[in-house]
């Protein structure tokens, strides 16, 4: 029967331990003089050895021909305990067993004496698994177990146990392992296996490890499967790795700012099923490649990507500065965490992308797609103004005939081929409400604004309710609201609740605009700047246009 290589060369003795001889070296020192603890915690990440060092440890403790601190492999103890058929050697899955009462099990067998070893080991792997019942139960015969009895607790994280416990064991923190370490050890096990590895492929199974031994054997014998002459395509390969380019093609559409293509590229790995929180991973793990290419170029062995991808890669970091690739970093993490408790994960992505192609500040050296502020399906805004989010108009002064129409209660002759028509939809002609001139950009009252909120209300509940009893106005490439709700101001200044209103906004008015807004308050008519909002409202009530505020 076929043995997976992890199992088959897991270390046997301490001295098969790569990469942590300041733990081997401490625990074959205290084996050797006989001054070993009651209890220890091994700590670190995954396949670093933490549950392989445990069961040497409680091997050499109780050989009869120690050497060196080392077991001798050979007696009836070290033979029955590497084939799992010593009952003094106890191993418990605290993942599964981490009940109060699975605790109480083991603390009432503790107190029997061991049959054929010197020491009775409990070996409690993912031990952070525990319940705090069952901690609170491990704790008295932690603290002053009877002197045959000794324990190894392993876990990934250690900030997950009881300080209580914490505070009677000796700690051992378990480093992740050098790829270079980790290299050496898949050449050394490949020549024994009689499988053709090559170094550069070594290398690249061990970045792709993450500092695990057991995530790198795992990936050689995938790679096996796959093809006994191991090279870097073969790993690729077996890996998925290989045919990658959608990430980069995403990538540089986020740098040039296209927001269309990137979300086209979205689009069509959803339907091919491509799962949304995976393909965000793998965007931070991109774009932190960049970061590094960018911030450290020389350290090339830090970087987890194929040689021909590290190219591409490079190209892209010397398009931006290392604040915009940290901007963007942050973003794509802020997005994976909304992803997990997120009902439509499609939509957070989308967002989360048109975030990062909109995203201000940006400098780039590839070409940029010309955008003008009419396009119906851009959202890049101009340079933020002085007063960022106030309703401020810009308005001109008005010709002199104008003001006097305005002054005069009676109403003016219609001239419907010179008045400014609202492009949304066609109302009825108010010259009151409407300035004499079509020349002067003046905003004008959003009549389908009640419908932008009827529609803003299906996407964002929550946002919607604060513009509740809300107003608009338009001009050429300006809408500007006015929200009787303070809250409002809050949940605009965040970026995905401000793209979202701006996607509404363009359905329904068939038109992207330039969005300002602003919380209506008791000043309001006092400055002289927003006279014209005011009258405008009032004339558009007055005549009966709808405004929203009804």
Not at 160 to 183: G, H, N, W, Y
Request: glycine residues 4%; contains cysteine.
């Amino acid at each position: 029967m076929y043995t997976a290589l992890y199992r088959k060369w897991r270390p046997k003795t301490f001295d098969d331990v790569i990469a942590q001889p300041h733990i081997t070296t401490t625990l074959k020192s205290q084996i050797k003089n006989g001054k070993t603890a009651h209890a220890y915690l091994f700590t670190g990440s995954r396949g670093t050895g933490k549950t392989t060092c445990a069961r040497i440890f409680a091997k050499a403790i109780n050989c009869e021909n120690s050497e060196d601190g080392n077991p001798c492999l050979s007696c009836s103890v070290c033979v029955d305990a590497e084939n799992e058929a010593l009952s003094d050697i106890i191993e418990i899955d605290a993942a599964s067993n981490n009940g109060v009462d699975d605790i109480r099990d083991l603390r009432d067998g503790a107190i029997y004496s061991p049959e054929r070893c010197k020491y009775k080991v409990y070996i409690i792997d993912e031990v952070h698994m525990l319940s705090v019942n069952a901690f609170n139960a491990l704790l008295k015969i932690i603290e002053e177990p009877p002197p045959y009895v000794k324990f190894v607790l392993a876990t990934t994280e250690v900030h997950k146990v009881l300080p209580t416990i914490l505070s009677r064991c000796q700690r051992f923190d378990f480093r992740r392992i050098m790829p270079e370490d980790i290299a050496k050890r898949l050449l050394y096990i490949a020549g024994e296996e009689n499988i053709n590895l090559s170094e550069d492929a070594a290398l690249l199974i061990a970045r792709l490890a993450d500092g695990g031994m057991r995530d790198a054997l795992s990936l050689l014998d995938q790679c096996i499967a796959y093809s006994t002459d191991v090279t870097l395509e073969t790993v690729s390969a077996a890996s998925g790795i290989a045919g990658r380019d959608y990430l980069f093609d995403i990538i540089e559409s986020v740098v040039r700012g296209d927001t269309s293509t990137a979300l086209t590229i979205t689009d069509k790995l959803y339907s091919m099923s491509k799962d949304i929180t995976r393909l965000c991973e793998e965007l931070i793990l991109q774009f932190r490649n960049i970061m590094l290419i960018k911030s450290v170029p020389e350290r090339k062995e830090l970087i987890a990507c194929l040689p021909s991808e590290q190219e591409r890669l490079s190209a892209i970091a010397s398009s931006l500065s290392i604040e915009d690739i940290l901007s963007k970093l942050t973003v794509l993490q802020e997005c994976n965490e909304r992803l997990s408790r997120s009902l439509a994960k499609r939509v957070e992505f989308e967002m989360c992308l048109v975030k990062l192609c909109t995203l201000m500040g940006t400098t780039v050296s590839i070409p940029k797609p010309k955008v003008t502020e009419t396009a119906p399906e851009t959202f890049v805004q101009p340079k933020p103004e002085p007063a960022e989010n106030k309703f401020v108009p810009p308005l001109k002064e008005e010709p002199k005939p104008a003001a006097k129409e305005e002054t005069k209660p009676q109403p003016v002759k219609e001239e419907p081929k010179e008045e400014p028509v609202n492009k949304e939809e066609p109302v009825k002609e108010q010259p009151s409400v409407k300035p004499s001139d079509p020349t002067v950009d003046t905003p004008v009252v959003c009549n389908r604004w009640s419908d932008v909120l009827e529609e803003f209300q299906k996407v964002d509940p929550a946002v919607a309710a604060s513009l509740i009893d809300s107003y608009a106005f338009i001009n050429t490439t300006t809408i500007f609201i006015i929200a009787r709700n303070s809250f409002f101001m809050k949940l605009f200044a965040q970026e995905e609740n401000k793209v979202s209103l701006i996607k509404v906004i363009t359905k329904v008015l068939g038109k992207s605009y330039i969005v300002r807004a602003r919380s209506e308050n008791k000043e309001l008519e006092d400055k002289p700047e927003n006279h014209k909002a005011v009258e405008l409202l009032g004339k558009a009530k007055e005549n009966g246009i709808p405004t929203g505020t009804e």
